[in-house]
């Protein structure tokens, strides 16, 4: 039997599937949205002081401004090195503007200026681009700074007199703004955590399949071998041959020839399994038996103690068809007995049923089966049927994403008395179509 070595998924997940400390957070487009905010932030003041007559203190507003217009500036040309922040830069960035953007706001009338709806702008911008912790703390720092500035803050004179708003809508305002920060970064964090793992995801799907393409190359450039060391060997046969005719029988050298003889005959014999004709080479490497399929899928994840059983359901012949051998449908097969000869406690046994529409492969396990809360959402990335140090929960999403792209359909239930069962379906007009493409 052969155990199962998962090497390949820790590199995978050690060189592609771990998030590194470098953000997708640009400091070109952090600086452009930081100048946009300056020129807004400074026509919104002189408008307001200038046309409108409004008394509050512009000069401790334009130096406010003015740090902001700095750290640009510095943002600038220090990006030129490092083109992409890293997640405590791009949080220390954005900590400072929601501060400034607190004194500014503090400075022209508090939660009574409606542009303190600007403070959902950071914790966006961290939702969707930072780690959750960075989040976090950012939309702590905002509701800090609401809180701060409900109580804290120069009022806003309108016209020739002040106009003050009730208590009770100052903490509806600070209210509107808590939730709309929490739920907002909620939200925005979560669109953002699973369009990135669907895209690492696809990756490591992507991965999958070149392996198993590599592989189909391999065998390929063995029969092309195969068929290239015919000819030295039938060269090498018909030497040896005279040689043991010519040489004394009794002599060392003649029972050399012998074993270059014999060896030459146990190599041509390995060559014709590797080389076979156009006609039997479409028959057995591009198409095959779905027992053969199922058995070639299954050996690289055999393990000692567990029976892996196939069971052909079909007793009419006139409904079988030759099943194309391609790294898609190979994968896909390998992943879900791989799985479920992982979970078994004695045995997986492998049932195919051919009907006159289609192909129906069940494979099933003696195991625990699927609980209740991975099962509704199984075929999902990084949903991992095993504990966290055995899987990465991508076996089953890519099986299905590679079955569904071949035009077949795949089931995930449990028995009714113990294990699980996965059913996959082909219709047979879409497996004669792969067919004739794969010849």
């Known amino acids: 039997m052969i155990k199962y ?21 640009r400091s070109r487009t952090l600086v452009m949205i930081r100048w946009i905010a300056v020129i807004g932030q400074l026509v919104s003041l002189l408008t307001v002081y200038y046309a409108l007559d409004f008394d509050f203190p512009i000069l401790y507003c334009l130096l406010t401004v003015g740090l902001s217009a700095t750290l640009n500036i510095f943002i600038f040309f220090r990006g030129g090195q490092n083109p ?40 966006m911008i961290s939702a969707t681009n930072l780690p959750i912790r960075s989040t976090i703390i950012l939309s702590l720092l905002v509701i800090l700074s609401v809180s701060m500035l409900s109580i804290f803050h120069r009022p806003l004179p309108w016209g020739n007199e002040i106009l003050l708003l009730s208590n009770l809508y100052l903490v509806a305002i600070w209210v509107a703004l808590v939730i709309s920060t929490v739920v907002i970064a909620a939200y925005a964090a979560r669109i953002s955590v699973e369009g990135s793992n669907m895209a690492k995801a696809l990756q490591a799907s992507q991965m999958a399949l070149a392996r198993e393409q590599r592989l189909s190359a391999i065998g390929a450039l063995a029969a092309a071998a195969a068929h290239q060391l015919g000819t030295p060997l039938g060269t090498i046969a018909v030497a040896s041959k005279e040689l043991v005719r010519d040489l004394p029988i009794e002599s060392h050298a003649n029972k050399d020839a012998q074993l270059i003889r014999d060896e030459v005959v146990r190599c041509r014999e390995i060559l014709n399994q590797l080389s076979v004709s156009e006609t039997e080479e479409d028959t057995i490497y591009s198409r095959i038996q779905a027992t053969d399929l199922i058995e070639a899928a299954a050996s690289p994840h055999l393990r000692q103690g567990k029976n892996f059983i196939i069971h052909d359901k079909t007793a009419d012949n006139k409904l079988k068809l030759l099943i194309p051998r391609r790294a898609e449908i190979m994968h896909s ?107």
Do not use: C
């Open 5 to 25: 070595d998962q090497k390949i998924w820790q590199r995978d997940k050690a060189s592609n599937l771990l998030p590194t400390k470098t953000t997708l957070v």
């Open 84 to 123: 992409n922040l890293s997640e405590n830069e791009a949080g220390f960035y954005l900590s400072f503007d929601i501060i400034q953007l607190g004194l500014l706001i503090g400075l022209t009338g508090g939660l009574q200026n409606p542009f303190a709806i600007l403070f959902l702008v950071p914790v």
């Open 333 to 439: 097969l390998g992943n879900i007995l791989e799985n479920a000869l992982y979970f078994a406690k004695t045995s997986v046994t492998a049932e195919i049923e051919w009907q006159e529409k289609k192909l129906i492969i069940e494979i099933l396990d003696d195991g625990p089966g699927f609980s209740p809360n991975v099962l509704m959402r199984l075929g999902e990335p990084y949903i991992s049927t095993r504990g966290q140090d055995n899987g990465h929960g991508l076996g089953l999403f890519i099986a299905k994403n590679l079955i569904e792209r071949t035009g077949g359909d795949i089931d995930f239930k449990n028995n009714p008395l113990v294990g699980a069962k996965v059913r996959v379906l082909w219709p047979v007009n879409v497996i004669e179509s792969l067919t004739a493409t794969s010849v």
